[in-house]
């Protein structure tokens, strides 16, 4: 589902600050993500295109492990350049990497926790196959319709994700799929104002453009309802996310 880019870009330039302390399912995938790239990809030097590079999460992970001679980094909220300012080998493409124009050919492109923002996944894929030679890796990580189901429950909003069938079929046309995993993680929370704040805090709340203001009686009613339908075993609330990966190489 896509989301309107000013939106996306208000609520994720207020998180930058935030983003890495909060995000640590975003954290798990990334690193899972080099890794499962790392074990089909081994190229000298390689051109690297990141999508949605955020603060860099992925991008320092992708430089320490693979050492390109030039790793793009891409990201639709420009506030996230300065990141990489004093980065050597980073080029910063600020834009929407739907439309943006890429500096291609690459030898693999990779992206952890972005995509499910795309509208298009099928036209995504296909200029991924065009940015790369034949043999080249495509590396991606999403989330499926599990992730966030609480707050969906709670307050009838939220992305509706492609499943993790859907978004290997999207791709399974252009390349070869060589990893294709799926997780199901619950977080803890205290309540549910800890996980508005957790979502504001890794810019997710983009999904509730048009929303109600969050008055104080409607803030009780949402912690009240989230304690009553989706206690944690070990106290508090939870928070589910469905993370999967998709490591592909160019038919």
Do not use: K
């Not at 989330?143 to 429950?153: D, K, M, S, Y």
């Not at 990893?179 to 800890?194: H, I, M, N, S, W």
């Not at 048009?210 to 609330?237: I, K």
């Amino acid at each position: 589902m896509s989301v309107p880019h000013a939106l996306l870009m208000a609520r994720f330039a207020r998180a930058v600050a935030t983003y890495e302390a909060q995000a640590a399912v975003q954290r798990f995938a990334a690193e899972r993500l080099a890794e499962l790239l790392g074990r089909h990809f081994h190229v000298l030097g390689p051109r690297l295109l990141e999508i949605g590079c955020g603060t860099g999460t992925l991008t320092r992970l992708l430089l320490a492990r693979f050492a390109p001679a030039e790793l793009v980094a891409n990201d639709l909220c420009a506030d996230v350049g300065v990141c990489f300012a004093n980065a050597p080998r980073v080029r910063f493409l600020p834009g929407d990497a739907q439309t943006v124009g890429w500096p291609g050919p690459f030898d693999a492109i990779v992206s952890a926790s972005a995509v499910q923002w795309f509208g298009d996944m099928g036209r995504f894929a296909g200029r991924c196959a065009e940015a790369l030679p034949r043999g080249g890796l495509l590396a991606l990580s999403s989330f499926g319709p599990e992730t966030l189901r609480e707050v969906a429950a709670l307050t009838g909003r939220g992305l509706r994700y492609l499943p993790h069938e859907g978004f290997v079929a999207a791709f399974g046309g252009a390349f070869e799929p060589l990893e294709t995993p799926r997780e199901v993680r619950a977080l803890r929370f205290a309540d549910g104002t800890a996980v508005l704040r957790h979502l504001r805090e890794t810019g997710v709340t983009a999904t509730a453009s048009g929303d109600a203001p969050w008055t104080r009686a409607r803030l009780a009613a949402f912690n009240a309802a989230y304690a009553a339908r989706f206690p944690h075993p070990e106290g508090g609330v939870t928070l589910t996310y469905e993370p999967f990966w998709f490591v592909g190489r160019r038919r």
